[in-house]
T-cell receptor, first 114, second 115 residues
Framework: DTAVSQTPKYLVTQMGNDKSIKCEQNLGHDTMYWYKQDSKKFLKIMFSYNNKELIINETVPNRFSPKSPDKAHLNLHINSLELGDSAVYFCASSRSGQGKETQYFGPGTRLLVL | AQKITQTQPGMFVQEKEAVTLDCTYDTSDPSYGLFWYKQPSSGEMIFLIY??????QNATEGRYSLNFQKARKSANLVISASQLGDSAMYFC????????????FGTGTSLTVIP
């Protein structure tokens, strides 16, 4: 009955590979997010997405692409992985249009690119 | 533009003492929400407390309280009676009505509770 789940929890891969991280939420939220947390713990928004709108952080390379098959899922696909992509990636969800509604975070995916 | 500033990269507090973690924000939204999250060493992000910009009273949740000073644009987190388990990273975040569904996070404060 986990609210926001991510798979895999750990991902170790070689430079140049393509990988995906899956995210699912069972909270009935209509907005989902991807964040990147680097080694200094800075939390950077990458994407937010609901049925109507995809908002992309302009600093995110186009090697990163979110894919949402339905409201409960927002997967992150990464092409041509680079060393600098090593980080913890968090998925989150919230209810749109509700200022007091918090985000709920997944457990994170620890990506290491060798 | 929305901005959250946490000026304390690291803080130490004696067990059982109170500690204040600073957070200032900048926004042009007339209505907004302020949030605090805790991230222990295990890595998960845990929601702690919420303050609405029009709330008349400061938010409290158990040992957590938010010292909200709207005119100064500050939303400091106060943890009373610190426990060893409070050692973690703490993030302040803001969500504005004009910014849709976006949350803006500060750079975090690492809190260490000393026995």
């Amino acid at each position: 009955d986990t609210a926001v789940s991510q798979t895999p929890k750990y991902l170790v891969t070689q430079m140049g590979n393509d990988k995906s991280i899956k995210c699912e939420q069972n909270l009935g939220h209509d907005t989902m997010y991807w964040y990147k947390q680097d080694s200094k713990k800075f939390l950077k928004i990458m994407f937010s997405y609901n049925n109507k709108e995809l908002i992309i952080n302009e600093t995110v390379p186009n090697r990163f692409s979110p894919k949402s098959p339905d409201k409960a899922h927002l997967n992150l696909h990464i092409n041509s992985l680079e060393l600098g992509d090593s980080a913890v990636y968090f998925c989150a969800s919230s209810r749109s249009g509700q200022g007091k509604e918090t985000q709920y975070f997944g457990p994170g995916t620890r990506l290491l690119v060798l | 533009a929305q901005k959250i500033t946490q000026t304390q990269p690291g803080m130490f507090v004696q067990e059982k003492e109170a500690v204040t973690l600073d957070c200032t924000y900048d926004t042009s939204d007339p209505s907004y929400g302020l949030f605090w999250y805790k991230q222990p060493s295990s890595g998960e992000m845990i929601f702690l407390i919420y303050q609405g910009s029009y709330d008349q009273q400061n938010a409290t949740e158990g040992r957590y309280s938010l010292n909200f000073q709207k005119a100064r644009k500050s939303a400091n987190l106060v943890i009373s009676a610190s426990q060893l388990g409070d050692s973690a990273m703490y993030f302040c975040a803001m969500r504005g009505t004009d910014t849709g569904n976006q949350f803006y996070f500060g750079t975090g404060t690492s809190l260490t509770v000393i026995p």
